[in-house]
Structure formats: C-alpha cells, structure tokens
C-alpha cells in the first residue's frame, strides 16, 4: 500500500514502515506547470498543447474544457487540484516573483486567516451541539503572522553554501549565461 504524505513516499508493509526521500509529482502538476510556463509572463494563452493538458486536468475533473487561459485561472486551477497538499505557499511565491510587490500577491497573502482557530463557545454543550458550527466561535490569534517583502525570500541552506560558498548571500550576484552546445 502506498501512500503520499508531505509529498515524501512511504511504504507501508504489514507493521514495517520504510521512508525514502523520494518527491511523488503528480502528472496534474506538470501539465500546470507546463501551461504556467506557456504563459510566461503574458497574461494568457491559447496554446494547443498547453490548452491539451489544462483540459485533460478540467475534463478529469467533469469541468468543460477551455478554449484559452489566463495565469489567473491557472492559480485558481492549482488551490482547487492541490488543496491541502501543502503546495499553494510555493504558487504564492511564484506569484510574488512574478508579479513583485502588486497588489494582486499582497491581498491573497494578506487576506488569509493565519492562525486562527475555532473553540467551543460552551463546555457543558452536548455531543449533538458540538457538532454545528453555533457551538463555535472564530478566535483571532494573539500575536498575528504578518508577511513582510524580507519574509518572502528564503534563506539559502547552510549546507548549500559550505559546499558552495559563492551562493552565501555576501556574494555578488552573478547572471547566468546559456551557453549552446
């Protein structure tokens, strides 16, 4: 029996449990990245391949197909085929990349309910009201997680850098060159 847990492949055998750090990539994932790219930095596509494989992910789904696409419904397309994977903080990177300091990034980062949770309004509810959503009240954290610009850019590992110690970030910056073979 196999099953995906943080993208990381676990193998469950009778009581024995084996891990390999083995990425499990989904074919929904490249055909989204791969229309993603198709747009680039334009703000739509009608791509035949790219709309082939935007489709497959739709008509899989019982969606109608499209005819042509835009990064908006590519972004929304990804938070619906990968909810709770886990994967929506990289698109928002993505996002942030692409777009820099927009207002378009800013208001999906900032618009979300980090740490709040729901609790029981009254302990002594019964079994049957602790099951509606009356019973319960939304409560806004004490210390709120607000993203900055310096959040946005992760560090490079430490291991990264000792094995290569021109990616430490006092280092000049250094455009990279195609070069034809």
């Not at 302990?123 to 709120?144: F, G, H, Q």
């Amino acid at each position: 029996m196999f099953l995906v847990i943080k993208r990381m492949l676990v193998i469950r055998y009778q009581t024995r449990q084996l891990r390999s750090n083995q990425y499990v990539l989904r074919l929904a994932d490249v055909y989204l990245i791969y229309a993603e790219a198709t747009i680039g930095a334009g703000s739509s596509t009608s791509d035949p391949l790219a709309l082939q494989y935007y489709n497959a992910i739709r008509t899989r789904a019982g969606l109608s197909t499209k005819t042509s696409i835009t990064y908006e419904e590519i972004y929304n397309e990804r938070r619906v085929e990968f909810g709770m994977e886990g994967m929506n903080f990289f698109d928002v990177k993505r996002r942030f990349y692409r777009e820099g300091h927009t207002i378009g990034s800013w208001f999906l980062i900032n618009g979300e309910l980090r740490n709040y949770k729901y609790q029981l309004i009254d302990n002594s509810a019964d079994d049957i009201e602790r099951n509606t959503m009356a019973a319960y009240e939304l409560v806004a954290p004490t210390t709120p997680v607000v993203p900055t610009v310096e959040k946005m850019f992760l560090p490079i590992p430490a291991t990264d850098v000792i094995s290569n110690p021109l990616l430490a970030p006092t280092e000049e910056a250094v455009d990279y060159v195609l070069q034809n073979e």
